[in-house]
């Protein structure tokens, strides 16, 4: 079994909103820095859910977005995860505090300084670009939380990829 999410990242200018993960117990990502978002509600379609999740974590209600990918998390430690990886990059509102951790507008040139899960690095390389096509990633974590696997749409890539 499975659990559908999804995962939204938060742009202005050059900077994206990344939650610090410091405030929920047992949590998986405690510590590290990711973009907002959460599980589905019963019926919910990604796009329903991604304005639902930012709206209760930000307090900001989405008004332009892209979906970008699907991001399937294997933990050795978690249930599956499917997330669904939005951008957005218009909104309405004023930023409130979250009660999963701390909001912070991050630049992006600086994410990967921060405490992170190594395999956002693959898809937040992705998201940068534009004109990126949609996309499905496969990142799979030992019970350390070390990458040891990653499969963009069907390929190993990075130390994962082996010559054909």
């Known amino acids: 079994m499975a659990i559908q999410t999804t995962l939204c990242y938060i742009e202005r200018e050059t900077q994206y909103l990344m939650l610090h993960r410091v405030s929920k117990a047992n949590d998986l990502s405690e510590g590290k820095w990711i973009g907002v978002g959460g599980k589905f509600e019963l019926d919910e379609s990604p796009e329903e859910c991604m304005l639902r999740e930012v709206r209760e974590e930000t307090g900001l209600v989405a008004t332009q977005w892209r979906y970008r990918g699907i991001v399937t998390f294997v933990s050795a430690r978690a249930e599956t995860e499917y997330m669904h990886l939005f951008t957005i990059s218009g909104w309405q509102g004023s930023l409130r ?26 898809f937040l390389s992705l998201i940068r670009d534009e004109e990126a096509p949609f996309f499905s990633l496969k990142l799979v974590y030992d019970a350390s939380d070390t990458l040891i696997e990653a499969v963009l749409d069907g390929r190993a890539v990075g130390p994962f990829a082996r010559d054909e």
């Open 97 to 122: 505090d979250c009660d999963e951790g701390v909001l912070e507008w991050i630049e992006r040139d600086r994410l990967f300084e921060l405490p992170h899960w190594k395999g956002d690095e693959i």
